[in-house]
Nanobody, 114 residues
Framework: VQLVESGGGLVQPGGSLRLSCAAS????????MRWYRQAPGKEREWVARISAGGGATNYADSVKGRFTISRDNAKNTVYLQMSSLKPEDTALYYCHAYVYADCWGQGTQVIVSS
C-alpha cells in the first residue's frame, strides 16, 4: 500500500488549495478514504472521509462548509479542496486508508499565513 500526498504549500488567509493523494497497492475503489491533519504541538485530527463509491462524505465541524473531499476511482486518487483557509488550518495533511491496518502517506504541509 502506498499513499502519496501532494498539493500543499503557503497560502494567504482566505485562499484555497487542493490536496491530492495518489493511492496504489490495493483496490482503491473498494475502500473508504480519509484525510487527517496534525498541527505543530497538537495531536493528529480527522478532517474528512469519503465512501468507497464517493457518494457519502463527512467532515469535522472545524472544516465543514470550507473543505470538500472527493475521489476519482479511475485515477486512484482522493482530493481535498480547501477554501476560505484560516491560519488554524496550518498543519501537515495526511490521507489514510485502513487496508488490514492503518496506512498513511508521508503528508503534505499546508501553511496559512499572511
Amino acid at each position: 500500500v502506498q499513499l502519496v500526498e501532494s498539493g500543499g504549500g503557503l497560502v494567504q488567509p482566505g485562499g484555497s488549495l487542493r490536496l491530492s493523494c495518489a493511492a496504489s497497492g490495493f483496490s482503491f475503489s473498494s475502500y473508504l478514504m480519509r484525510w487527517y491533519r496534525q498541527a505543530p504541538g497538537k495531536e493528529r485530527e480527522w478532517v474528512a472521509r469519503i465512501s468507497a463509491g464517493g457518494g457519502a462524505t463527512n467532515y469535522a465541524d472545524s472544516v465543514k462548509g470550507r473543505f470538500t473531499i472527493s475521489r476519482d476511482n479511475a485515477k486512484n486518487t482522493v482530493y481535498l479542496q480547501m477554501s476560505s483557509l484560516k491560519p488554524e488550518d496550518t498543519a501537515l495533511y495526511y490521507c489514510h486508508a485502513y487496508v488490514y491496518a492503518d496506512c498513511w502517506g508521508q503528508g503534505t504541509q499546508v501553511i496559512v499565513s499572511s
